[in-house]
């Protein structure tokens, strides 16, 4: 298997604009969990799914953010509009019930 | 959330041992996991141990948990210069499913 597949692995935008983060979970994975990484507060969980429904977007930092799984082969992060307090590492993971979460490289994301 | 507590720099010559320590609040952790993040990359699982053992090996890597003082650490036996990285402890509670992940902690590895 690939393992977790995240695209872009980086993006540059300026402030005011939408930014799509994509994220392909391993397969036959019933959990995928969407984590940002920034160097005052760590990685913080932002939402996860199960079987492509959501389950706890408590993370999840204001309603500029938003996340969605259509299918059990992919999920997007989407935030609109993008500040630049929203630069960082955003990861995504994927895990088979409570078992290890294998984590994609990750998208940089620089909000100018 | 329930905190997870590391240093955050270890720096140590190579062929020496590592120890990188890491303290939890949440009594009800049942994984306790150690991930690996080098430059640019993301995390790879190091190793885990469920919270109803006290040791586990495996190759070069220790994990000792004192579960009495919340307390997990890992040492890397004949540190090499691939092993800098930043190492993160992560706990999950008795009833979650997310990770909740210490800041890190810097390892540099000198020739």
């Known amino acids: 298997d690939a393992g977790v597949i995240q695209s872009p692995r980086h993006e540059v935008t300026e402030m005011g604009q939408e930014v799509t983060l994509r994220c392909k979970p391993i397969?036959?994975?019933?959990?995928l969990f969407w984590y940002r990484q920034t160097m005052m507060r760590g990685l913080e969980l932002l939402i996860y799914f199960n079987n492509n429904v959501p389950i706890d977007d408590s993370g999840m930092p204001e309603d500029r953010f938003s996340a969605k799984m259509p299918n059990a082969s992919f999920s997007t992060l989407k935030i609109q509009p993008s500040e630049p307090r929203d630069s960082a590492v955003y990861f995504c993971?994927?895990?088979?019930?409570?078992?290890?979460?294998?984590f994609g490289a990750g998208t940089r994301l620089s909000v100018l | 959330g329930e905190d997870v507590e590391q240093s955050l720099f270890l720096s140590v010559r190579e062929g020496d041992s590592s120890v990188i320590n890491c303290t939890y609040t949440d009594s009800s952790s049942t994984y306790l996991y150690w991930y690996k993040q080098e430059p640019g990359a993301g995390l790879q699982l190091l190793t885990y141990i469920f919270s109803n053992m006290d040791m586990k090996q495996d190759q070069r890597l220790t994990v000792l948990l004192n579960k009495k003082d919340k307390h997990l650490s890992l040492r890397i036996a004949d540190t090499q210069t691939g092993d800098s990285a930043i190492y993160f402890c992560a706990e999950m509670g008795n009833s979650g499913y997310a990770l909740n992940f210490g800041k890190g902690t810097s390892l540099l590895v000198t020739p």
């Open positions: 397969s036959g994975h019933d959990y």
């Open positions: 993971a994927s895990s088979f019930g409570r078992n290890i979460q294998y």
